[in-house]
């Protein structure tokens, strides 16, 4: 009998609990799940009997950047609950998901200046950044950087131009925030007001060249390559050499004793004869040279500048009989840089020999013939170029200083005839980064008033870049062979 009763008790009990364990007046739970909502972590579930409050979880979620604001009842809601708020379940059983919150973290705005760091122009204006964001707008044009040796005075001018690299948070070195186009290079990743650097980069760096400073490099010393800078508007061919273009360029010295013929005030600087290895020679009343030279889409031109006391033109009414045993400035060129050592069917190089009476242009091809068409007939080796170059030459024969000006098509070396100067070709166009070999020399006839002089023939021989040679033969070598030649970049 007892036995039955606690059987019938048991039961009682049993009856009033529900699978989970509650006592039967709270079977109903809600139970809440916890959504980090590309936050970072884990939260367990949370259960809250039905018809009671409790506090929720507090939130354990992180994400980087953001801060935690509350929970909110679907993924793009705003916030239903605060951290740690109450919540309330409702009768029977429920499952509820919560979605965290997140605000970014906005770091207050720095102020970003700007320095043209030697150059001039470019932003001036400040403006707000933010961290890890791209660099803003930038409302100025990049800036510029230009020197001149003597401003106002294009024909003396020695001009260097650099090239914006973008700005940086060094004056070298350093990070950089912003592209030469000025557009964004970085996101901002630093905090406080900041000044940012224009960087340059010089022209052999820009164009990935090495180019001439007078020393190192070359086998004895000496590197002769240089950059010629475009011009929107060319000079006028007269012999003034007063265009602003001239203002664009940079003075390049005709210096270095390619023939000496004996005479020691043509030994290069510190050698001793008989055979000095072609150095640069110093600058004397008998002589002095130098040349600029600028280029637009079509054409080059050069302006030289030539010193000698003594003008001696023996052949001069004679064109095609030795015209470089006249005073007279030779041109060299090679469209291509050609590196060959001679000259085939077509003229990979010209060498251009301009007198004094601004007349004819010829070029040493070698061979003769007998046709009586100028553009065609060669006689002792020399043909016309006429068409070739158009020049004038200021003279002022008290100073012995000449200015000669030129304009130069430049023809291409691959399919222009050596044998003929053909006049329906149409010139290369010149564009920004090309290169070319080219040089420019003068020969001296002192007409034998100088020590070592050859009455009737050239006595010296200068040219724009050294020639590696012990004796004038071996360093005569721009008429036959182009490889020698410096190289000429032309440059924007």
């Not at 090495?210 to 240089?226: E, K, P």
């Not at 010829?362 to 043909?383: A, C, K, L």
């Not at 290169?435 to 020399?441: L, R």
Request: overall charge negative; proline content about 5%.
């Amino acid at each position: 009998m007892l036995f039955l009763l606690a059987l019938i008790i048991a039961a009682g009990f049993i009856a009033c609990e529900d699978k989970d364990g509650l006592p039967a007046a709270a079977k109903g739970a809600t139970i809440i799940s916890f959504n980090a909502n590309d936050g970072a972590g884990l939260m367990p579930d949370q259960k809250i009997s039905e018809n009671t409050s409790a506090a929720l979880t507090a939130n354990t979620f992180t994400r980087s950047g953001y801060t935690f604001e509350g929970w909110a009842a679907t993924v793009g809601g705003t916030v239903t609950y605060t951290d740690g708020q109450s919540y309330t379940a409702g009768a029977g059983r429920n499952s509820v998901t919560l979605y965290a919150v997140w605000t970014e973290i906005i770091v207050p705005g720095s102020t970003v200046t700007f320095n043209a760091n030697g150059g001039t122009g470019g932003q001036t204006t400040p403006v707000t950044v933010t961290s890890g964001q791209p660099m803003p707008l930038l409302s100025g044009q990049p800036p510029a950087y230009e020197t001149n040796s003597h401003p106002g005075n294009s024909y003396e001018n020695n001009y260097e131009k650099k090239y914006f690299n973008g700005y940086y948070d060094a004056q070298s070195g350093g990070k950089k925030y912003y592209n030469a186009d000025m557009t964004s290079a970085s996101n901002w990743d630093k905090s406080g007001d900041t000044e940012l650097f224009a960087q340059w980069l010089t022209a052999a760096q820009k164009y990935n060249v090495t180019l001439g400073s007078g020393t190192g490099g070359a086998a004895y010393g000496y590197i002769d390559d240089f950059v010629a800078y475009f011009v929107e508007t060319p000079p006028v061919i007269d012999g003034s050499g007063d265009d602003p273009c001239w203002a664009k360029a940079k003075w390049q010295d005709i210096n270095y004793a390619w023939m000496y013929q004996g005479n020691p005030c043509y030994l290069p600087t510190g050698a001793t004869a008989p055979n000095p290895a072609g150095g640069p020679i110093a600058k004397t009343a008998d002589f002095s040279g130098r040349f600029k030279l600028v280029w637009t889409a079509d054409r080059l031109y050069i302006l030289a500048e030539i010193t000698d006391d003594l003008i001696s033109t023996p052949n001069i009414n004679s064109a095609y009989t030795s015209p470089e045993n006249n005073d007279c400035l030779e041109l060299f060129i090679s469209e291509k840089a050609s590196t060959a050592s001679s000259r085939g069917t077509t003229a990979n190089f010209f060498a251009y020999h301009m007198n004094y009476n601004e007349a004819d242009v010829m070029d040493y091809v070698g061979g003769s013939n007998t046709s009586t068409d100028p553009n065609i007939r060669i006689e002792n080796g020399f043909i016309k170029r006429n068409n070739h170059l158009k020049f004038k030459i200021g003279k002022n024969d008290g100073a012995h200083t000449y200015i000669w000006e030129i304009e130069m098509k430049v023809y291409d070396g691959d399919s222009y005839p050596t044998n003929s100067s053909p006049t329906d070709r149409t010139p290369v166009t010149l564009t920004d980064g090309k290169k070319m070999g080219f040089a420019v020399a003068y020969n001296d006839n002192d007409a034998g008033n100088h020590s070592g002089g050859n009455s009737g023939k050239r006595d010296h021989f200068i040219g724009s870049m050294y020639v590696q040679g012990n004796s004038d033969d071996a360093r005569n070598q721009g008429y036959k062979n182009p490889s020698v030649y410096a190289k000429l970049y032309l440059v924007k």
